[in-house]
């Protein structure tokens, strides 16, 4: 499995961006998985930022972009979506999707076997 994750770039501070992450490979994986969003930021360790399950209704997200991030994805497209709103400058890392290794997705980064490379979020202050 593939994850190629995308849309990221500079942005202000408020400003907002979405990022997709496409799978390809082993199609059925991604409908059938849990899906999250982790960011790293320099000299930082990777952290959790959102997860869905592989129906989409179980959603979480961490307490930093809770009220401003909003995942989502569309399994007929094997694509999830963070939607980006009111940026801060401390939002500023590369960020991964991963696909978790069942139906569920938690913010522990070993419940996830897939990982993509990552797309760079920049936002000026």
């Known amino acids: 499995v593939q994850l190629q994750a995308s849309g990221g770039g500079l942005v202000q501070t408020g400003g907002s961006l979405r990022l997709s992450c496409a799978a390809s490979?082993?199609?059925?994986?991604?409908?059938?998985?849990?899906m999250g969003w982790f960011r790293q930021a320099p000299d930082k360790e990777r952290e959790f930022v959102a997860s869905?399950?592989?129906?989409?209704?179980?959603?979480n997200y961490s307490d930093s972009v809770k009220g401003r991030f909003t995942i989502s994805r569309d399994n007929t497209k094997n694509t999830v979506y963070l939607q980006m709103n009111s940026l801060k400058p401390e939002d500023t890392a590369v960020y991964y999707c991963?696909?978790?290794?069942?139906?569920?997705?938690?913010?522990?980064?070993?419940?996830?076997?897939?990982w993509g490379r990552g797309t760079q979020v920049t936002v000026s202050s």
């Open positions: 490979g082993r199609g059925r994986i991604f409908s059938n998985n849990g």
């Open positions: 869905i399950s592989w129906n989409g209704r179980n959603i």
């Open positions: 991963g696909a978790a290794r069942g139906a569920w997705a938690t913010n522990a980064r070993e419940n996830y076997q897939y």
